[in-house]
């Protein structure tokens, strides 16, 4: 029946203690059998399905309405509609394009660097069918799973939007959409987090993404999601172009009030984001939760008291910053740091992100308009190299589980090799999504146009690309 599951799991090689796996695991003299669909069935636990679910809504409450409100706060009034409506669409659009074929190719096998189109339209999906979580003899409805990571689809092209808001055209940006996740997100998705579960190893251990294999560790999407965003991002805002009267007209925050609200509702779901990537109810999830706590507070304290000695008072606006810097950085490290290593990881990652937003952008002046690459690209860099370090065993760490050696045993955690296999997801993140970016958008800018004109743009986008308005003045 190994042709039920071969699916992904999610996160990084799950870090679960020795004892955690069952005791016949343990004891195990051979490899480890794979269980049938019969057999899955009665692994599945309701409490971890009911948390996987509940995973799902937060990630869902963090596209749409958190980010929507998060990035409209922070463009002018004339614009807050535009912004709203691009980031409700993308997740429409993306939710689609998921269970036509983004699953498939995604959490399917078929190779290390995209996997095949098996269960196009969810063929052979259904609600007697179960996807691996991190521990043998785990499952939960494959349902479950689908959902779950739908929702990481749509939220991630949704966070590019913010680097070029307020200048772009609406379908061009959703056709961008369509061919981004399908060129970009997908495979690199496929890369870090696909691999067959750990009672399936022992039939074929080598199937599993490229990043996966190398042994590259991202909990919840650090490479994945922000690095990926954030240097299309980048790219996106290089390759349209400044706004009409940047550096010459006051272009500041419309509504820092919805900017709060955006970005406390992004903390509440973050908690899906980050803790649900364990794929079930257990301890790990309880330290993934902590963690996400704890690094958001660091990292918005360590922000507000970098602005206070740099410009002599705090600003709502530098807090929230920070608390999203911490969130982003926390999120490839979060099921495998401790508290107190969070701790440090938010206090470390709010210096460097502020030092890319406030002094780096303005020297290279590229109008990244609500700082997608400051925050979320070199946040998740950040993060995604200081998971080698957080998740060494000698200083609390989880460390990393060795699925292949049955019975299993706990590996040896060398961090210097496992910080250089982070840079090197890194990297690969950066090129594969910072090339593909750049031909899909100055392929679409050739073909379609990305930009708006200048009247319409200072006009406002609300009115010129949906005939309406945020407000009535």
């Given at each position: 029946?190994?042709?039920?599951?071969?699916?992904?799991?999610?996160?990084?090689?799950?870090?679960?203690?020795?004892?955690s796996?069952?005791?016949?695991?343990?004891?195990?003299?051979?490899?480890?059998?794979?269980?049938?669909?019969?057999?899955?069935?009665?692994?599945?636990?309701?409490?971890?399905?009911?948390?996987?679910?509940?995973?799902?809504?937060?990630?869902?409450?963090?596209?749409?309405?958190?980010?929507?409100?998060?990035?409209?706060?922070?463009?002018?009034?004339?614009?807050?509609?535009?912004?709203?409506?691009q980031v409700?669409?993308?997740?429409?659009?993306?939710?689609?394009?998921?269970?036509?074929?983004?699953?498939?190719?995604?959490?399917?096998?078929?190779?290390?660097?995209?996997?095949?189109?098996?269960?196009?339209?969810?063929?052979?999906?259904?609600?007697?069918t179960?996807?691996?979580?991190?521990?043998?003899?785990?499952?939960?409805?494959?349902?479950?799973?689908?959902?779950?990571?739908?929702?990481?689809?749509?939220?991630?092209p949704?966070?590019?939007?913010?680097?070029?808001?307020e200048?772009?055209?609406?379908?061009p940006?959703?056709?961008f959409?369509?061919?981004?996740?399908?060129?970009?997100?997908?495979?690199?998705?496929?890369?870090?987090?696909?691999?067959?579960?750990?009672?399936?190893?022992?039939?074929?251990?080598?199937?599993?993404?490229?990043?996966?294999?190398?042994?590259?560790?991202?909990?919840a999407?650090?490479?994945?999601?922000?690095?990926?965003?954030?240097?299309?991002?980048?790219?996106?805002?290089?390759?349209?172009?400044?706004?009409?009267?940047?550096?010459?007209?006051?272009?500041?925050?419309?509504?820092?009030?919805?900017?709060?609200?955006?970005a406390?509702?992004?903390?509440?779901?973050?908690?899906?984001?980050?803790?649900?990537?364990?794929l079930?109810?257990?301890?790990?999830?309880?330290?993934?939760f902590?963690?996400?706590?704890?690094?958001?507070?660091?990292?918005?304290?360590?922000?507000?008291l970098?602005?206070?000695?740099?410009?002599?008072?705090?600003?709502?606006?530098?807090?929230?910053?920070?608390?999203?810097?911490?969130?982003?950085?926390?999120?490839?490290?979060?099921?495998?740091?401790?508290?107190?290593?969070?701790?440090?990881?938010?206090?470390?990652?709010?210096?460097?992100?502020?030092?890319?937003?406030?002094?780096?952008?303005?020297?290279?002046k590229?109008?990244?308009?609500?700082?997608?690459?400051?925050?979320?690209?070199?946040?998740?860099i950040v993060?995604?190299?200081?998971?080698?370090i957080?998740?060494?065993?000698?200083?609390?760490?989880?460390?990393?589980?060795?699925?292949?050696?049955?019975p299993?045993?706990?590996?040896?955690?060398?961090?210097?090799?496992?910080?250089?296999?982070?840079?090197?997801?890194?990297?690969?993140?950066?090129?594969?999504?910072?090339?593909?970016?750049?031909?899909?958008?100055?392929?679409?800018?050739?073909?379609?146009?990305?930009?708006?004109?200048?009247?319409?743009?200072?006009?406002?986008?609300?009115?010129?690309?949906?005939?309406?308005?945020?407000?009535?003045?």
């Amino acid at each position: 029946m190994k042709s039920i599951l071969k699916l992904g799991g999610y996160g990084a090689m799950a870090s679960l203690a020795l004892a955690s796996l069952p005791a016949w695991a343990q004891e195990a003299a051979g490899p480890i059998k794979a269980p049938d669909a019969a057999a899955m069935a009665g692994m599945v636990n309701k409490g971890d399905t009911t948390w996987m679910l509940i995973s799902s809504a937060l990630v869902l409450l963090m596209a749409i309405p958190a980010l929507g409100l998060f990035y409209g706060g922070l463009v002018r009034t004339k614009n807050m509609l535009s912004v709203l409506m691009q980031v409700f669409m993308i997740v429409a659009i993306v939710a689609v394009i998921w269970v036509v074929y983004g699953y498939s190719v995604t959490f399917t096998g078929g190779g290390p660097f995209i996997g095949g189109f098996s269960k196009m339209f969810l063929a052979g999906v259904n609600t007697g069918t179960y996807a691996a979580t991190f521990s043998n003899n785990v499952y939960i409805p494959e349902y479950a799973f689908v959902i779950f990571q739908m929702t990481f689809a749509c939220i991630t092209p949704g966070l590019i939007v913010g680097a070029f808001a307020e200048r772009i055209k609406f379908w061009p940006l959703m056709l961008f959409s369509v061919l981004w996740v399908t060129a970009v997100y997908f495979p690199v998705a496929h890369m870090v987090w696909y691999w067959a579960g750990p009672d399936f190893l022992s039939d074929n251990t080598a199937d599993a993404g490229y990043l996966w294999g190398m042994g590259a560790l991202d909990f919840a999407g650090g490479t994945v999601v922000h690095i990926n965003a954030g240097i299309a991002g980048l790219v996106g805002c290089l390759v349209i172009g400044k706004r009409v009267g940047f550096g010459k007209e006051n272009m500041a925050p419309h509504s820092l009030t919805m900017t709060m609200v955006g970005a406390s509702m992004l903390w509440v779901g973050w908690f899906g984001f980050n803790a649900g990537s364990n794929l079930e109810a257990n301890g790990i999830t309880a330290l993934a939760f902590i963690n996400t706590f704890v690094a958001t507070a660091a990292a918005a304290l360590a922000w507000v008291l970098v602005e206070q000695l740099k410009q002599g008072r705090p600003s709502l606006l530098g807090a929230v910053t920070g608390a999203v810097a911490g969130l982003v950085a926390i999120t490839p490290a979060s099921g495998f740091a401790t508290p107190m290593t969070s701790i440090v990881l938010g206090l470390v990652v709010s210096p460097i992100c502020f030092f890319f937003v406030s002094y780096v952008k303005g020297k290279l002046k590229y109008d990244d308009s609500l700082d997608v690459f400051g925050v979320h690209c070199v946040g998740g860099i950040v993060g995604a190299i200081a998971t080698g370090i957080v998740a060494d065993p000698s200083l609390g760490g989880q460390g990393w589980f060795d699925y292949t050696v049955f019975p299993a045993v706990a590996g040896t955690y060398d961090m210097g090799a496992q910080v250089v296999t982070q840079i090197k997801a890194v990297s690969i993140t950066l090129l594969w999504s910072g090339v593909v970016s750049f031909i899909l958008f100055k392929g679409i800018d050739m073909i379609f146009g990305l930009r708006p004109s200048a009247d319409d743009e200072r006009q406002g986008l609300d009115q010129t690309s949906h005939g309406e308005s945020a407000y009535n003045m």
